[in-house]
């Protein structure tokens, strides 16, 4: 990939997917069991498919579409047929590596995954430019990447309105 490609990086839980029927197993502090429980129904997720339609029409205003997740790697298959099933469109999946049972915040993880593909890829961020954006649901993740210097957006996905 040249250096200045624009990339954008989306979200996958409670960005791309209603994770919502499956937040009541999260009770911290949280053991490696308990996310692995927590990740084993995501394939049971519904789609926010309005948001999915637009992460799929802005594909052609960037070189690259990365989803990102704080699941871990050894739910890669379901999560990547997930993603076949609800026609997301992509290029690049990037997960928590196996075995990373680092208790890291879903924002210091994320922004580590993010930098790790940018240098791999010798692609820096120009805040000047605003070549690479983000979106998530969280407010803590969406305002450090701006801090860092990425537009970044922020997705509601109201749990009443998901399409089935």
């Given at each position: 990939m040249e250096q200045n490609s624009s990339?954008?990086?989306?979200d996958i839980d409670h960005t791309l997917c209603d994770a919502s029927e499956r937040d009541h197993l999260i009770q911290y502090p949280m053991s490696q069991d308990d996310?692995?429980?927590?990740h084993s129904y995501?394939?049971?997720?519904?789609?926010?498919?309005?948001?999915?339609?637009?992460?799929n029409g802005l594909r052609d205003c960037f070189d690259k579409t990365i989803l990102f997740t704080s699941r871990n790697e050894k739910y890669r298959d379901i999560t990547e047929k997930w993603l076949f099933d609800h026609?997301?469109?992509?290029?690049?999946l990037l997960m928590r590596?196996?075995?990373?049972?680092?208790?890291?915040?879903?924002?210091?993880?994320?922004?580590g995954l993010v930098m790790n593909y940018l240098l791999k890829n010798n692609n820096?961020?120009?805040?000047?430019?605003f070549e690479h954006v983000i979106i998530d649901d969280d407010d803590n993740i969406i305002q450090y990447f701006q801090k860092k210097g990425f537009l970044s957006f922020k997705i509601h996905n109201p749990k009443l309105k998901v399409d089935a």
């Amino acid at each position: 990939m040249e250096q200045n490609s624009s990339f954008l990086f989306v979200d996958i839980d409670h960005t791309l997917c209603d994770a919502s029927e499956r937040d009541h197993l999260i009770q911290y502090p949280m053991s490696q069991d308990d996310w692995d429980l927590y990740h084993s129904y995501c394939h049971e997720d519904k789609p926010f498919i309005k948001t999915i339609d637009v992460v799929n029409g802005l594909r052609d205003c960037f070189d690259k579409t990365i989803l990102f997740t704080s699941r871990n790697e050894k739910y890669r298959d379901i999560t990547e047929k997930w993603l076949f099933d609800h026609h997301v469109s992509y290029d690049d999946l990037l997960m928590r590596p196996s075995p990373d049972f680092r208790k890291l915040s879903p924002t210091n993880l994320k922004f580590g995954l993010v930098m790790n593909y940018l240098l791999k890829n010798n692609n820096p961020i120009n805040i000047d430019t605003f070549e690479h954006v983000i979106i998530d649901d969280d407010d803590n993740i969406i305002q450090y990447f701006q801090k860092k210097g990425f537009l970044s957006f922020k997705i509601h996905n109201p749990k009443l309105k998901v399409d089935a």
